[in-house]
């Protein structure tokens, strides 16, 4: 019995570390991609712009492998969770923006706020893969937050306020830089210099929780 606990134990840390490494290795790689592109801007432009132009299966890449990194935090928090954070909808809720993330993968994003050059700030007809794309995106950027809000109702029934506060505060901060985000790249004006900014914010809460609650899930699983 203690040699299937352990074995548990092993196999929900390894699924929980996906979690953990989720949002630094997806940040990381935009990063450094958005910083050798000639002409990207990442205070202006969208992370999903980088699959755009023949580099594109770098930011492809990203998001296959960062979407599999989610669905295996989803087990990994359904087996871990304890008493002060249980929640049967929460990993449900990440692995929807996990799938979500895996359908912007499949489908290549429209140009937008001019990059790659020689494209409008807007394109007046959309194309099919690019109307698909930003459709799979809403289960990324609204299923995250609505983890988070899950998660946040369970902390604080637990007795958690920090993590309860901590999680509700950050729902909220991705639910407000998203919509600045999306105003940006519909080209308002005092807004679209930093769309790219506004949705780096956005999506750095959302995978800082993320990590935040895989570690401490990690940090409870018994020795």
Not at 90 to 104: D, E, N, Q, T, Y
Not at 166 to 180: C, D, E, I, P
Not at 190 to 208: M, T
Request: with cysteine; hydrophobic share 50%.
């Amino acid at each position: 019995m203690r040699g299937k606990t352990i074995r548990r134990t092993v196999v929900t840390r390894a699924l929980l570390g996906c979690g953990a490494v989720a949002g630094p290795i997806f940040l990381g790689t935009a990063t450094v991609e958005g910083a050798v592109r000639p002409d990207y801007h990442p205070l202006r432009h969208p992370v999903s712009s980088l699959a755009l132009g023949s580099r594109g299966g770098v930011q492809t890449a990203n998001f296959t492998v960062t979407s599999v990194l989610m669905l295996a935090v989803t087990l990994g928090l359904s087996r871990a969770a304890d008493d002060a954070a249980r929640t049967r909808m929460g990993p449900l809720l990440v692995a929807a923006a996990g799938i979500g993330l895996l359908g912007s993968a499949a489908f290549v994003t429209d140009p937008v706020s001019a990059y790659p050059p020689g494209t409008p700030d807007l394109l007046t007809e959309r194309t099919a893969p690019g109307l698909l794309h930003d459709l799979f995106g809403v289960p990324t950027f609204l299923g995250l937050p609505a983890a988070e809000a899950v998660y946040a109702a369970a902390f604080q029934r637990g007795d958690r306020r920090g993590w309860a506060m901590y999680s509700a505060g950050s729902s909220a901060a991705m639910v407000a830089t998203f919509g600045l985000a999306s105003a940006a790249f519909a080209q308002t004006p005092a807004l679209v210099r930093f769309g790219g900014l506004l949705q780096r914010i956005a999506v750095g809460s959302g995978f800082g929780w993320l990590t935040a609650v895989a570690v401490d899930a990690m940090r409870r699983l018994p020795r």
